[in-house]
């Protein structure tokens, strides 16, 4: 009789197929190879890209993740190629991403004899993971990586790590792959209260001056449309975070702009007015906040969120309504009378005109020589599609881009919000086009942050994946020097960089590339960038002291946000 | 701050108790005592934790940790809404058994639960206040060896984890 069983590490391939993974974004390595070499006989059902980092390979997986809303699959080796991961992994959960990391163990018996390459990978990434698995045996392979892709994807979604020693990998075992559609401890949705959602609605039909503010929850909740049916009827102007932008069309005309340090001038001064502050799928963050003392002291807070942890964290809340927002929302919607706060929101506008005067005109339409960061973008978004995505890196050329780029549609922000990371846009940017090679991808990124993980020029030129990089080029690490000139009485340490001839780079890689450093070249060169049919780098040599504003410097209120 | 009972219900999984801990590790949160065990359900854990701390931080701590993928639920007491117990064993040279002993043993209601060649161990049950107590007591009678248990308590309220587990 034929013998039925197969290896671990074919287990694993066929996990990932059951699991309709369409890319592994990963580097192979000793540890790993068996799976690696199970992987040479699945081609035509599972892409791998080949990173030139593992830290590159869980940025892209990340970025696939954001843009399809799917799990994100990374694989690496034990010991480095693991570690090289951990980044990606803290990244990931601080944002919500889901993700499945697959690393290789050492065989069972090294465990814990400091063999070659062997780390305890679990250990390490237990505090940054969702969930993590040392699986040791094969008939454990299969279950591990369903419970894994099941916690990944639920509730608020977060990165999972399995680890698998090289025994297992190579003991055969059989393959009967059960999707986990449940754990006993873990409730991913909690149900909706509707005494809570009919006291919230209360207070809503009482405010005068209610104020919305949503976050990455209403796209991660798919309640786009149920946002928006709820702003329609009760006529509330509606702010963003930053991972909560595209959520809504910035044209809805109760949009009043971004929230936090760079945000918008009227969405952070008017956070400390409102009576009523409506916070959904958000959690306070600090970037967001500024002074928690002097946070919305005089507003009532309703909090829809579906992490109860993040329930009364940071703002106490006059109501809570724990769920997914998708139910909630509508629930809400139902109970509210129709509404227009049409003084309310000219509030805002008449702020909005205040911050166009002092600071977006002269970012985008400027008069002094040097070119700035903000008329970059603002080409950028003349011939941008209206769904194209913008992955941007860490620095001033972030809030710069997030603020000047225009979202219309759901999934069109990648960034890395909460842990900062820079180098994450380059290989995100690849994830976040392999994900939809129909849409457009535009890589905004600053010269500290391409050196990071430059070498992932390497990945673009072998997927050829079309994705427009735009390199705004100050010679600074940017935020820093600005916070050095407002805060560290200008004293440069270690501040500026001497960079190398990035054209060069980018065309050793076969990438076309451009550079600009005059204001009348930009215009037809973004335009060129945006109709070519493959790669393209684009770098645009930018005013060396430009700085971001508005801000509301660390430790102040949000109504002291500063317009130069 | 005040003290504070945390009870979590876990499956048992490798690494949970890791999990746990880490949880008050990020938070600057020190641990008075801890004890894990069985629960009357089958493959339910039970991990007791005794901190002291504030209302506010073991509210977000009970929240955290409920994150835990393998937690089942955690609650969180103030000391009059649980029954609680802890056991303490002082090591005494046998030189020291005398009738003085003998009666603070009675007075305590401790017992010898063992007696050895050169020495005795005695045991009692009781609050911390009243094992450290008969501790400082036994100071005088050249105590060898002191160790306390973390507390194992139960609830006061009738709430039980079968009852959430069936929800």
């Known amino acids: ?9 074919e287990i694993v391939i066929k996990s990932l197929v059951a699991e309709n993974s369409e890319y592994i974004f990963g580097y192979p390595g000793g540890a790993i190879m068996p799976v690696y070499d199970a992987l040479y006989d699945y081609a035509d059902q599972i892409k791998h890209v080949l990173t030139r980092h593992e830290q590159g390979a869980i ?46 163990q050492v065989a069972s018996p090294l465990l814990g004899t400091d063999a070659f390459q062997e780390t305890d990978v679990v250990g390490f990434s237990m505090p940054g993971t969702k969930w993590n698995i040392q699986v040791r045996r094969v008939e454990d392979i299969a279950p591990a990586i369903a419970k894994g892709f099941h916690i990944a994807r639920s509730g608020r979604p977060g990165p999972v790590l399995i680890d698998i020693t090289k025994d297992a990998q190579n003991a055969l075992g059989e393959f009967n792959y059960v999707p986990c559609l449940g754990i006993r401890s873990y409730r991913p949705y909690p149900k909706v209260n509707e005494n809570s959602v009919a006291k919230a609605a209360e207070i809503i ?45 910035e044209d809805h005309p109760q949009y009043v702009g971004k929230l936090g340090m760079h945000g918008n001038y009227a969405p952070n001064m008017l956070t400390n007015q409102c009576d009523v502050l409506i916070a959904i799928g958000m959690r306070f963050d600090d970037r967001v906040t500024g002074d928690l003392k002097r946070y919305a002291k005089q507003a009532k807070v309703i909090h829809l969120e579906l992490d109860n942890a993040e329930i009364n964290k940071n703002v106490k809340c006059e109501v809570s309504i724990l769920g997914n927002c998708k139910e909630s929302l509508p629930l809400l919607t139902e109970k509210l009378k129709e509404n227009s706060h049409q003084d309310w929101l000219s509030e805002f506008r008449k702020l909005e005109e205040k911050e166009k005067s002092a600071v977006v005109s002269l970012d985008l339409l400027p008069t002094k020589t040097g070119l700035t960061m903000g008329e970059v973008i603002r080409y950028v978004n003349d011939f941008k599609k ?106 440069y340490s270690f ?70 | 701050m005040n003290r504070y009972t945390i ?15 880490l949880i008050f590790t990020r938070r600057g949160v020190n641990i008075d005592a801890l004890t894990a065990s069985e629960s009357k359900e089958d493959g339910v854990h039970r991990i007791t ?24 639920k955690s609650f969180y007491y103030k000391d009059d809404e649980v029954v609680y117990q802890e056991i303490a064993l002082y090591k005494i040279p046998i030189s020291s058994l005398d009738p003085g002993l003998e009666k603070v043993i009675r007075q305590y209601n401790a017992r010898i639960i063992s007696a050895e060649k050169e020495f005795v161990v005695i045991e009692m049950t009781g609050h911390k206040e009243d094992t450290k107590a008969l501790l400082e007591i036994l100071k005088d009678f050249s105590i060898l060896e002191f160790a306390r248990s973390g507390r194992v308590a139960v609830a006061k309220p009738m709430g039980t984890i079968e009852q959430y587990l069936n929800n």
């Open chain 2, 49 to 72: 934790i005794e901190v002291t701390t504030t209302e506010e931080q073991v509210i977000q701590i009970v929240k955290q940790t409920e994150k835990i993928i393998d937690v089942i």
């Open chain 1, 386 to 491: 209206d769904d194209a995505i913008l992955v941007t890196d860490v620095g001033q050329h972030q809030m710069i881009a997030w603020r000047y780029f225009k979202y219309k549609t759901t999934r069109t922000q990648v960034t890395s919000g909460g842990l900062g990371t820079m180098g994450f846009s380059l290989p995100a940017a690849l994830g976040a086009q392999l994900a939809d090679l129909n849409r457009q991808v535009i890589c905004v990124v600053g010269d500290g942050g391409i050196q990071m993980t430059i070498q992932e020029f390497g990945t673009i030129m072998q997927t050829q994946s079309p994705v427009k990089i735009v390199l705004l080029n100050n010679n600074f690490l940017g935020m820093v020097r600005q916070w050095q000139q407002l805060f560290f009485d200008k004293r």
């Open chain 2, 7 to 21: 009870s979590l219900f876990t499956e048992n999984f490798i690494g949970i108790l890791n999990r746990v801990t």
């Open chain 1, 59 to 104: 940025h892209a997986a990340q970025g696939y993740a954001r843009v399809s809303g799917k799990v994100g699959v990374c694989m690496a080796t034990s010991g480095p190629g693991a570690t090289n991961l951990i980044t990606g992994i803290a990244d990931a959960m601080i944002d919500s991403t889901p993700l499945v990391c697959i690393t290789g």
């Open chain 1, 1 to 9: 009789m034929k013998d039925s069983r197969i290896r671990g590490a």
């Open chain 1, 495 to 564: 501040t500026e960089l001497d960079n190398p001839d990035f054209i060069k780079i980018a065309e050793a890689y076969n990438m076309k590339a451009s550079k600009v450093t005059e204001r009348d070249n930009l215009r037809d060169t973004v335009a060129e960038m945006m109709v070519h049919d493959g790669p393209y780098f684009l770098e645009v040599v930018v005013e060396k002291e430009d700085n971001v504003f508005p801000m509301i410097p660390t430790g102040c209120s949000v109504e002291e946000v500063r317009l130069s």
């Open chain 1, 205 to 249: 039909n009482q405010a005068k001056k209610p104020y919305v503010l949503y976050g990455q929850g209403v796209v991660i909740g798919k309640a786009e449309e149920e946002l928006k049916a709820f702003l329609d009827k009760s006529g509330i102007p509606a702010a963003c975070t930053l991972l909560g932008s595209g959520a809504l069309d």
